[in-house]
């Protein structure tokens, strides 16, 4: 499903220049629900941003469903990301001036998708995180799960094949967070969904299908 | 996507209060601006109505002590025979104060049908006005001499009185006025006031007898070879002709170029103060959007993760602030649609309405130019950094 071969990432200043990611290569299979562990700096989000296309390899090439993404222009990587990739992240990234529903909603506005369809689509994905009772409250009225829960209906509202999630339980307490990772599995299990995790969770990463740690930026198991 | 924009931006309305108050003002600013500049051009692109070039304005004061009729007729009746011998003049007419272009003016009003009519601008000419003006009788016929000496009660009025009373019916004939003058003429609309002012409602009475006591004006026209010897002996010629008089001569080029620095200095000047408020307006805007990217920087950077292209992060930064305008502009237009509804100044409803849409169009030409950089910025936030900031 998804191809790294050499990536490198070095991020350069007038005077510095710092190796974040050094000659990874990784195959990640359909269905497979992955964990990357690590110490903090070690490249973990780099790497996932790379595979999420939201950042560039400074080397090396990803192929992601078959397709060479290094050849995408904007427009094109726009696209692809939003149909074939769902992200969650620490933070949640919520826009606190829209209510539930519109923020779940937010993918399919860069598709053409009817208001309809589109509210419907919201709706069955804030459900399947147990959210039914809240498509009208403003993120700000919810608690730190509800938050991360919200942001992953959004990350599968639009049904992509790959789930990238940075550190999603990082902001919770424990109980918290295995509700969440549990949501995750069952999606992983349910629909057949690619997920990668960054995490710092021991626990969480040994509930995934599989575990790659990095050090220093380069793959270390 | 619009329904969601504007969700979004109803629900940041109070963030955006500073954005909207801006572009109320600026709105309301242009929009007396243009009505100012609007009512300005469409009065100039109309004719004068008149020949003003070679005709000179001849002020004199009364030096007969006399009250007797026949005497002072007869004594301006040689006046008016002498000029009339000089080869370069043309033209002679003896008019009240408020000629073209002069500072003075004289309005009545009356009514006709039940219907008032204000401010008409009233002058008493002779028989030779039209021609001393090259202005155009478009129907009927101008005053003859003999209708000084008849005692008839006529009238010429001017089209755009015409067009008022009678619309497209023949107004000769008809009686105006609460003295039942009667209607014998109508003439093309002179612009007195200057190219920027239009000729308004004008009614022309004969000068009788009695008049020459204080009537103070001579109007001239003069041929080509007039020049500035001409007007030398000229000069001396009325000194001579009517003696013990302050005779002062003024070219009708000179006054219609006075009366339009009149309108245009103000204009002028309001369009400087206008245009600095409007760079500073332009400024505060470009702070604002500027201020709101770097804001959301990471719901920016969610919106390049989740599909959104540069262009359309751009685009959607440039959409709000034009929905935002609009907003304002709604507000905007609701007062500025009461000055042609309550006739404010009496202006033609035509003016507000086309300085309305210039207006409009300006502010969101405006508001485009000021978003479009930080629009451009907003797309070159790189998402992988925006969300990590977060």
Redesign the interface.
Known sequence: MIRLQNIEKVYRTDTVETLAINDISLDIAKGEFLSIMGPSGCGK??LL?IM?L??EPSRGSIRIDDQDTSRFN??Q???F???KLG?I?Q?Y?L?N??QVL?NV???L???TSS?KERRELATEALVKVGLSNRLKHFPTQLSGGQRQRVAIA?AIV?RPQIILADEPTGNLDSAMGNEIMEILINLNKNDGTTIIMVTHDENMAHKTHRLVRLFDGSHVQ | MFRHLFKLIWNKRKHNVLFLSEILVSFLVIFAISSMLVYYYLNYRKPAGFQYEKVWAIGYSNPLKTKDKDTLSAFYDQVKSTLNAVPEIKEVSFSSYNFPYANSNSTTGFEYNGKKYNQVNFYQVDENYDKALSAKVVEGRWFKKEDRVMKNNFTVINTTLKEAIFGSQSAIGKLVGDDKAKIIGVIEDIKTGGDFYPAGYGGYKMLDSASFEWIGTILIQVTDNADAAFESRLSKLLARTIPNSNIAISHLTDLRDSKNSNTVIPVVIASIIAGFLIINVALGLFGVLWYNINQRRGEIGLRRAIGASGNSVAAQLVTESLLLASLSLIVGSFFAIQFPLLNVFDVPSAVYFIALLLSVLFIYILVILCSLYPGRQAAAIHPAIALHEE
């Open positions: 989000s780099t941003n999420g939201l950042d904007d427009q990587l726009a696209k990301r939003n149909q992200f992240f933070s990234h826009i001036d829209l519109d909603e937010l993918p506005l860069y598709r208001a959004r639009g």
